[in-house]
């Protein structure tokens, strides 16, 4: 576990709980909660887990609780390991990891737009090398949290990213109206 502080929610609000896989996208949440604009109150996120495959497992610990409190969101935020250049067979192995995180997740929770799995084409450290001023996890953090305060999509067409596409518009719908503050939410 991270020797990060927990950020805190309140369970009775709309929130968003973030699981992060490894240090690496915890940063990236960091730099996240940092930018302009963002209520950081409506996020609660916690240590990261060490390895995705435990992230979808530690995610079983809070399925009871989403049903106590409906105004819960989660975001499961993972690295997809997946090194193609061919596009078939990344749309293959992108899908075949969100089958597997998925297995751990009740279909109404998807569904009802309350649960979210986000993360790097490969590694996060991929997205540094690549990426000319966003040098740092936390600057990625707050370039993301920009776009979609802004209601654009600079950092998050990167060619890393940019399969998270769907899932960002299905959970932008459903976080943006309470985690931003005058934030462009159409």
């Avoid at 610990?61 to 596009?87: A, G, K």
Wanted: overall charge positive; some cysteine.
């Amino acid at each position: 576990m991270s020797k990060s502080k927990k950020s805190s929610a309140n369970d009775y609000r709309d929130h968003l709980v973030v699981l992060s896989e490894d240090n690496a996208n915890r940063r990236i949440v960091n730099g996240f909660l940092m930018a302009p604009g963002l209520d950081s109150r409506a996020i609660a996120a916690l240590p990261f887990e060490r390895g995705w495959k435990k992230v979808p497992k530690s995610f079983r610990n809070y399925v009871n609780s989403m049903c106590r409190f409906p105004n819960r969101r989660v975001l499961l935020l993972i690295d997809f390991d997946v090194n193609e250049t061919d596009e078939e067979k990344r749309r293959i192995k992108i899908e075949k990891r969100l089958t597997e995180v998925r297995k751990y997740i009740p279909e109404k929770l998807i569904k009802n737009d309350r649960v979210f799995v986000l993360g790097v084409l490969d590694e996060p450290e991929d997205l540094i090398r690549a990426s000319n001023n966003l040098n740092t996890f936390e600057k990625i953090g707050e370039a993301l949290a920009q776009d979609c305060f802004k209601g654009t999509d600079h950092a998050w067409r990167h060619d890393l990213l940019i399969h998270n596409k769907d899932e960002l518009a299905r959970m932008e719908k459903a976080v943006k109206p309470f985690l931003f503050t005058n934030a462009n939410n159409s």
